[in-house]
Structure formats: structure tokens, C-alpha cells
């Protein structure tokens, strides 16, 4: 299927080098691969497969690749002054696209700085927008399709839900025994497995890492760092409480959430709650990456304990509040007090299951569908 972003990927790569980043089978190499008949002459080159690195390293690809992919160089030592060395020295109009299964930002090998070089995007699972584009779905059957296999490309595409279930299960498998522990050289394979099962379990719940870590028998630093790694590698995403001072909003306690929402163990509101909360992160990251806004995604809590599921941002002013609901369509009261305490922001609750929308003073009340394939992407 053709995914969203490839539009702006086409239009960057005429500008700048392209780093595209993203969970792994997301589809960044699918795409890469549709684009390459576009180039004349286009090379695809794996830091992964023995010969590609081979090639690489002596830098011998075709100078006239009218696109060069260069995939997973990250893993490679001192990549950013290589790389810088490949964008300075690369050929007068070769398009060069760099696609990685972790963010870029937490490689430090090098000293050296790529500013400038660059524009960053970053590739998520598939939205309710994105299949009712591609498949004229409804909304109501693309969020329900979306709920049952999660959005990433293999699954959706599935011919039947077992065969979804089957790769979700080797995903998990594999995402543990092999990337986190390349990715970060760790030893203690058995416990950040055993951390990654309880973050299924705790999906859009305040997380505290001091509490697991007594389950575990680890300091609280070390799940912090194994916390970091599974970020780092497009797994999971935090969501930061709202506050006005920022440095405040970090040292609250955030929610956990998976970019794959297949992956949450738990029962149908959390597994809706996560969908939601990856189909904002992607609308907040497209804001980002294409269109420069200063965007975020947050959720409000208070002392009292009044909390909403989510809240987005743009320049630092909330735009949204946004509570999921499986099938009420009363106001959630939290929701109805922060909409009035933040008459600026847009109050939405976002129903799975709801006859017909409705205004409560204040709050518009919302299929779920429907309200997120009109997000920006």
C-alpha cells in the first residue's frame, strides 16, 4: 500500500538528505524501495547485509544512483562523520535517503554535526485516515481493523486474523532477542523482557519505575535506562503531563504507550485508549517534521486526582482536550471541569461506539472514527 508521508519524502529529497526513522517493519523499507524506480540508476545499500557493508565502507556505490538509500548506517562507528563526508562529497543531484529502526538523536559516536545536512521524518503504523484513504474503509471499520491487528503495514494486510497474530507474536520475540540487545549491549535479557511484559500491562496508567523495579529486583536507574532504550527504538512512547513550566512537566509522573497497540495486554478500553493515543503522537510528529509547527501531546492531571486522557499543544497554549470512551457518551466529568478551567481548547470525547455526536456544555462528544481520520495525517 502507499503510505502517506511518501509524498513529503519525494518533495524533501529534492531539497536535502532525508532521514527517515521508525519502529522496525513499519514500512520504511517498502517505501524506500516504491521510490527508487522514481531515481535513475537508484542503489539500496544495508549496513545489515555483510556485502552492503562492504560497499559502504569503501564508499564504491554508483556515483550516478540518481537515489541512494543507505539503511541502518546508524549501527556503523563514527556514522555521523562518515555520513557527513557521503553528503558533502556525494554527487550534483543524487538524492540520498537514510532510514533507521531507532532515532538518530541517541547515537553518540561521533562529535560531529549533520546540521543543516538534513530534514528528519519519522514513520508510523498506519492511521484511521491513512487506510480509509488507501482502502475507502469507513472510519468506524478502519479504527475496528486498526483495534484488532494494530497498524502496522504486515498484519493490516494480513488474509486473516491468525496470521496477524502469529507475526505480532515473532515481533514481540524478536524486538527483545535481537534489537534491544544490539542496540544497547545489554546482559540482563531476562529482565528487560520481563520489564517489557509488565509495560504491556500498564499501558495509559501514571507509570512508576520505582515500584516495577521492586518487582524486579533492579535499582529504579536501571529500568530508566532500559526505559530509554525501548524509546530510543520506536517500541514505546511516554506522555508527559501538561504544565505550564516545562521542567515541572518532566520531573511528573508519564504514561507508557506502544507504538504497536497490538502489542497491549489488556482489555478493550486500554487497547483503544493506545490506538488514540499513536494516531496523536503521529499527527503531533507530522505537525513537527512537515509543517515546523511546535506541537506536543500531553495528558492533564491534578493533585486531586482529576485527570484526562490526553491534551495537544501548539506553542506551548493547549488546542485539545481529548477523553476516550468505549461507549459512554456522558461527559467524562474531569473532561467538563478542564473544559471550562481551558475555554481556549477544543473539548472532545472520542466514543468507539456512540449513536449520534452531541455538545455538553462545552464538550463535543464524538465518534471516535470518525473524529481521528481527520487528523493531519
Keep these: 500500500m502507499q503510505r502517506f508521508i511518501e509524498a513529503q519524502v519525494v518533495a524533501d529529497l529534492r531539497r536535502k538528505m532525508v532521514m527517515l526513522t521508525g519502529a522496525r517493519q513499519v514500512g520504511k523499507t517498502t517505501l524506500a524501495r516504491a521510490l527508487m524506480p522514481r531515481f535513475p540508476e537508484s542503489q539500496y545499500l544495508n549496513w545489515d547485509i555483510p556485502s552492503d557493508r562492504a560497499v559502504l565502507q569503501r564508499q564504491s556505490w554508483n556515483p550516478r544512483a540518481g537515489l541512494l538509500v543507505l539503511d541502518e548506517v546508524h549501527k556503523m562507528p563514527s556514522w555521523k562523520a562518515w555520513l557527513k563526508g557521503v553528503v558533502d562529497a556525494r554527487s550534483e543531484g543524487q538524492a540520498l535517503l537514510v532510514t533507521g529502526s531507532a532515532r538518530m538523536d541517541t547515537f553518540r559516536q561521533s562529535g560531529e554535526s549533520l546540521a ?202 493547549l488546542t485539545h482536550l481529548i477523553e476516550c470512551k468505549l461507549a459512554d457518551p456522558q461527559p467524562h466529568r474531569a473532561l467538563l471541569r478542564f473544559a471550562a478551567q481551558f475555554p481556549q481548547a477544543r473539548a472532545v470525547q472520542l466514543v468507539r461506539s456512540l449513536r449520534q455526536p452531541e455538545d455538553w456544555r462545552g464538550v463535543q462528544v464524538q465518534r471516535a472514527g470518525e473524529w481521528l481520520a481527520g487528523l493531519a495525517s
Design 116 to 317: 543543516g545536512r538534513y530534514l528528519a521524518l519519522r514513520m508510523h503504523p498506519v492511521s484511521v485516515r491513512e487506510w480509509c484513504e488507501q482502502h475507502g474503509a469507513s472510519p468506524d471499520d478502519a479504527l475496528s481493523l486498526i483495534l484488532r491487528r494494530g497498524g502496522f503495514p504486515e498484519p493490516l494486510l494480513a488474509e486473516n486474523d491468525e496470521d496477524a497474530q502469529r507475526w505480532r507474536r515473532q515481533y514481540a520475540t524478536d524486538l527483545i532477542r535481537e534489537d534491544v540487545v544490539e542496540f544497547s549491549r545489554l546482559h540482563e535479557v531476562n529482565a528487560m523482557r520481563m520489564f517489557f511484559e509488565l509495560l504491556r500491562e500498564r499501558v495509559g496508567a501514571p507509570l512508576s519505575l520505582a515500584s516495577m523495579a521492586r518487582d524486579l529486583a533492579v535499582a529504579p536507574a536501571t529500568l530508566r535506562r532500559y526505559l530509554d532504550v525501548l524509546q530510543a527504538l520506536y517500541i514505546v512512547f511516554t506522555v508527559q503531563p501538561w504544565h505550564h513550566n516545562i521542567a515541572r512537566a518532566l520531573l511528573q509522573t508519564p504514561k507508557v504507550y506502544f507504538f504497536d497497540s497490538g502489542l497491549v495486554k489488556g482489555d478493550d478500553g486500554v487497547r483503544f485508549e493506545n490506538a488514540v493515543a499513536g494516531m496523536l503522537l503521529r499527527h503531533v510528529h507530522w505537525q513537527q517534521d512537515a509543517l515546523g509547527v511546535d506541537a506536543d501531546l500531553h495528558y492533564v492531571r491534578t493533585k486531586d486526582g482529576a485527570e484526562v486522557d490526553f491534551c495537544l499543544s501548539e506553542q506551548q497554549a
